[in-house]
């Protein structure tokens, strides 16, 4: 199903599940690369990007199995070292695989890798890092050849805390001789994930959640089971979708503790929020209050995955407001489309100055990229009449299911067929 169809201009009323988390499942299964034994992660998102590194990890000798949610995966035989184009260029995260091959096999070919289309996105930060731990890279054409005798533990300092930067460097250190100290790491919630699972598995790390990490190395690592946290930028999605919307709206396994700046603004804006063990509920009616500026940055900011989404929402608001984008530049595709749903943004440099009080009508859109499709998703659902968002298998690189999630919801959304079938259903 390549296009989403919605019916617009309802309440959100329901209840969904959150789902195990994209950004913490990809690295931790870079990592079982490192592992000699059976790793069971338990609650993996079934999505694009997660079976996209199923199939890099098979390709190089991983054995991979689902049982519903649940990822077995065994890395006892790692027999090849080369990545396949085909998923690399189309995933960012594949990068991190290089420090976990480095740290296990010494060695790895791979293409740049590929990813969103949100804006600049190298990978120098990386390779500093890797080197700095004995590996040396030869470029050919867009191919990356890395090896290295051995891995010595140094001290690194991050002169950006890259997510990515950061996770590779640990897995490049786990298996490396003496201690690695790394300075100036990124502190998301989904890299604490990967080191309390590199630990599980019998690496030592310390100052996990920390800008400082220190990574003692060890011989080798054994099978253990894990379970991914709930995906805090899919309940962010929701949540925001609920305030934009009008509604009430429970998430259930909603990772409350990662979601601080999301949760303060969704209070400024007006929303009632109840947390307790089990996730939120929001419940909003009337008029969003747009808050006079906002940035996103680094954890624990506002998060730049729910930048798209939070524009978006912004048309609603009671009055105008902007938002500047400080991680990724080319990251305000998705204001284009909004714009021919009646959205007026303008997008200067790396703020977008969002006019509020507008009613967005549906119309056919196309979505360029994973969080901007999301965006369209919920513009669609705010919108009066019907709207198409093309391109659906970006979002599913993110989301495991945004239909049945936002059908929950109550709301008239499906492909052709099915939408066709609800809405005869209904009449
Ligand atoms: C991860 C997340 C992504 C999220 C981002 C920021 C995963 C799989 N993806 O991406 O969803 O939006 O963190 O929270 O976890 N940079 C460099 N050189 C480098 C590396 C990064 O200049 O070698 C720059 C990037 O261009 C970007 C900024 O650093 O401007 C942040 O990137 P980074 O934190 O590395 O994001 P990712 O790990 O790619």
């Not at 190089?60 to 035989?77: P, S």
């Not at 804006?269 to 209050?289: F, H, K, P, W, Y």
């Amino acid at each position: 199903m390549e296009c989403i169809q919605i019916q617009g201009g309802n309440k959100l009323s329901g209840e969904v599940d959150i789902q195990g988390s994209k950004n913490a499942a990809l690295p931790i299964m870079a990592a079982c690369i490192l592992v000699q034994g059976i790793v069971v992660l338990e609650n993996c998102p079934r999505i694009l990007d997660v079976e996209f590194m199923c199939r890099i990890l098979r390709s190089v000798g991983v054995w991979v199995k689902w049982e519903k949610n649940v990822l077995v995966l065994d890395a006892r035989q790692i027999t090849e070292s080369r990545l396949p184009r085909e998923y690399v260029t189309r995933m960012r995260s594949s990068v991190m695989v290089a420090g976990a091959m480095l740290g296990r096999c010494r060695e790895i070919t791979f293409h740049y890798p590929g990813g969103c289309v949100i804006g600049d996105r190298p990978i120098d930060l990386h390779v500093k890092a890797l080197k700095q731990l004995g590996a040396v890279f030869t470029e050919s054409d867009d191919m990356l050849y890395a090896h290295a005798e051995r891995l010595t533990g140094c001290r690194i300092s991050l002169p950006f805390p890259s997510v990515g930067a950061t996770e590779n460097t640990v897995l490049a250190a786990v298996l490396a001789e003496g201690v690695t100290e790394i300075y100036g790491c990124a502190r998301e919630p989904e890299i604490e994930a990967m080191c309390g699972f590199l630990n599980c598995a019998g690496a030592k790390i310390k100052g996990i959640g920390s800008s400082h990490i220190t990574v003692e190395g060890v011989k080798q690592l054994h099978g253990c089971t894990w379970k991914v946290a709930s995906d805090r930028i899919v309940a962010g999605t929701y949540l925001i979708s609920t305030l934009a919307a009008g509604g009430d709206v429970y998430l259930k396994h909603a990772p409350v503790g990662q979601m601080e700046s999301v949760l303060s603004l969704a209070r400024v804006m007006g929303a009632g929020l109840i947390c307790d063990n089990e996730g939120i509920r929001i419940v909003q009616s009337g008029l969003l209050t747009a808050p006079d500026s906002l940035n996103t940055g680094v954890y624990p900011a506002f998060p730049t995955d729910l930048q798209s989404i939070l524009l978006a929402a912004l048309c609603r608001a009671d009055k105008d407001s902007s938002l500047t984008e400080r991680i990724f530049n080319g990251r305000f595709g998705v204001a284009e489309e909004l714009n021919r749903m009646g959205a007026r943004i303008r997008v200067e440099n790396n703020t977008a100055y969002v006019t509020g009080k507008r009613q967005l009508h549906g119309c056919n859109v196309t979505a360029q990229e994973l969080r901007g499709g999301a965006a369209l998703v919920l513009a669609g659902v705010m919108a009066s009449g019907y709207t198409q968002v093309y391109n659906r298998h970006f979002i599913d690189r993110g989301y495991e299911d945004i239909v049945r999630d936002f059908k929950s919801l109550g709301v008239s959304i499906g492909s052709k067929e099915e939408f066709q079938t609800d809405e005869r259903r209904k009449s």
